[in-house]
């Protein structure tokens, strides 16, 4: 059974740091995606990772796949407030997706 | 817009009531999917269906039915609503078959008291 664990929780971060968030899935995957979710809304997709060593990067947001390792990570650079958001990650389960328990980001001046 | 539409977007009801929810697309995708999202859980699938009666359960089932008798409805049924059953409920489609990206809708946000 495939399970997804996400890590932190939460992170609370100031404004120009950098910072990693961390997803591994438990059983063999070859597609990652992350989503982001603002207070109240519905989910937006962030990055589609197709295959191992994929790297995506969208302003200060970069996500990579290890499929060996069966981690992705989503880096963020010089964060800003307008980043502070949950984000999920999803790894693929024959027709459907496993989500993790999500990161709430907050970012503070 | 994922030309997805849930509704009702809010409800109240009572414990042992039964409760429908409704998916509609406007896209004409096999794949649609219910999820509901509850804080330290994030989301978790309730049930999934790729076709016209064809349908299959998620990590989350029990207590809960879905029906698609046609291409762009998904209904979610609670029988008898529990206050367990209290969550955020999203609907999602896959426009690239069974295992792609997914696009939600606005969600449903359900209190059972």
């Known amino acids: 059974e495939l399970k997804v664990e996400q890590n932190p929780l939460f992170l609370s971060m100031q404004e120009g740091k950098n910072y990693t968030i961390y997803c591994n899935y438990s059983?063999?995957?070859?597609?990652l995606y992350w989503y982001r979710q603002d207070p109240g809304k519905s989910l937006e997709s962030l990055f589609v990772?197709?295959?191992?060593?994929a790297v995506k990067q969208e302003g200060r947001l970069m996500a990579s796949l290890d499929t060996k390792a069966r981690l992705s990570t989503l880096h963020i650079t010089a964060a800003v407030h307008d980043l502070s958001a949950t984000y999920f990650c999803?790894?693929?389960?024959?027709?459907?997706?496993?989500f993790g328990t999500g990161t709430r980001l907050q970012v503070f001046p | 817009d994922a030309g997805i539409t849930q509704s009702p977007r809010h409800k109240v009801t009572e414990t042992g009531t039964p409760v429908t929810l409704r998916c509609h697309q406007t896209?004409?995708?096999?794949?649609m999917y219910w999820y509901r999202q509850d804080p330290g859980h994030g989301l978790r699938l309730i049930h999934y269906?790729?076709?016209?009666?064809?349908?299959d359960k998620g990590e989350v089932s029990d207590g809960y039915s879905v029906s698609r008798s046609k291409t762009e409805d998904f209904l979610l049924t609670l029988e008898s609503a529990t206050s367990s059953q209290t969550s955020v409920y999203f609907c999602?489609?896959?426009?690239?078959?069974?295992?792609?990206?997914?696009?939600f809708g606005e969600g449903s946000r359900l209190t059972v008291l």
């Open positions: 999602a489609i896959s426009r690239t078959g069974g295992t792609g990206e997914l696009f």
């Open positions: 059983t063999t995957s070859d597609r």
């Open positions: 990772l197709l295959s191992n060593g």
């Open positions: 999803a790894a693929d389960n024959t027709d459907k997706l496993i």
């Open positions: 896209e004409n995708h096999r794949y």
């Open positions: 269906s790729y076709g016209v009666k064809d349908t």
